[in-house]
């Protein structure tokens, strides 16, 4: 019998399986992708929520053991000042993904920091031409959030949130910054990019909206309420406008477990939360997007 030793990659259990006809057993290790919810927007000129960490790699598997899936929720935008809340953590077994950091909004005196989470949340900022520092992002999951910029009256902008792939973009005059972009994964079967950053919200003065990073980033809005995350991607909320009472800004974005492994084995024993299960590309694909487990 041939004999396989070392790091394996997802393609060598693949022809290992077919060697050995190993059809009919469960998999001796899976491909993951893990991802946290986003953080909520700032209000007011408020920062972007960072996105939800990512993590993603190769897990070794024992049969019969139950791994337990725990999706994490987004976090609150803020209403209608204040910061917005992280995001929760994702959960594959015993690897975590952390929640995005909740971006910060503007303040009349001293300007508050953007939370530290997977991605980090933007910078707050105040009318007296201070800023604060951005959220950091966790090593190995997400990035730094941008800075807010105040230029004093009403020109205050919101930085944006940080991403998966790249950092969220400072603010500068009359130009919010942008949420940092996600990354594209294929291993459901169809190329999707996950964890984007908010959008910073900008001035009355300004018209410019900071985008949402691509990967479920919502945008900036001076006007109404930041946009939200989208559902299962972890994007981080856009920062928002305030009316007195109302705005305030985005949630942040769910978070998703896709988990995959050949076809040549067979299906999972048993799973909770209802994941879909589907075969694309030769991989039998376990989808949650609610909280659950998996038993091989």
């Known amino acids: 019998m041939t004999q396989y030793s070392g790091v394996w990659t997802l393609s060598q259990v693949s022809q290992a399986v077919k060697a050995q006809n190993w059809s009919g057993i469960s998999p001796p290790i899976v491909e993951y992708l893990v991802v946290a919810g986003g953080g909520g927007g700032g209000s007011n000129d408020g920062s972007g929520g960072g996105a939800g960490g990512l993590l993603a790699g190769l897990t070794g598997i024992t049969q019969g053991s139950s791994l337990t899936v725990t999706i994490g929720s987004g976090g609150a935008g803020a209403t209608p000042s204040g910061t917005g809340t992280s995001g929760n953590n994702s959960v594959f077994g015993n690897i975590t993904s952390t929640g995005g ?4 909004s ?30 950091s992002g966790t090593a190995g ?6 800075l807010g910029y105040a230029g004093g009256g009403n ?8 991403g998966a792939g790249t950092v969220g973009l400072n603010a500068k005059s009359l130009v919010p910054g942008n949420g940092g972009a996600g990354i594209a994964s294929s291993i459901s079967g ?18 410019t909206f900071g985008v949402g990073g691509v990967g479920g980033g919502g945008t900036g809005n001076n006007t109404a309420a ?6 299962n991607t972890g994007g981080g909320g856009g920062g928002g406008g305030f009316n007195g009472t109302v705005w305030g800004g985005g949630s942040g974005g769910s978070g998703i477990v896709i988990i995959r492994y050949p076809s040549s084995y067979k299906l999972a024993a048993s799973t909770t939360g209802s994941p879909s299960q589907t075969t694309a590309n030769g991989y039998i694909v376990y989808t949650f997007t609610a909280s659950g487990s998996i038993t091989f």
């Open 101 to 104: 950091g909740g971006g910060s």
């Open 106 to 135: 503007w303040n009349s005196s001293t300007p508050t920091n953007g939370l530290s989470g997977g991605s980090g949340g933007g910078g707050g900022l105040n009318d007296s031409g201070s800023t604060s520092a951005s959220g």
């Open 141 to 146: 999951q997400g990035n730094a959030g941008g």
């Open 155 to 162: 020109a205050g902008m919101g930085g944006g949130g940080g």
């Open 190 to 207: 169809t190329v999707t990019t996950y964890a984007g950053g908010g959008g910073g919200s900008p001035s009355a003065s300004s018209s």
């Open 226 to 231: 930041g946009g939200s995350g989208t559902t």
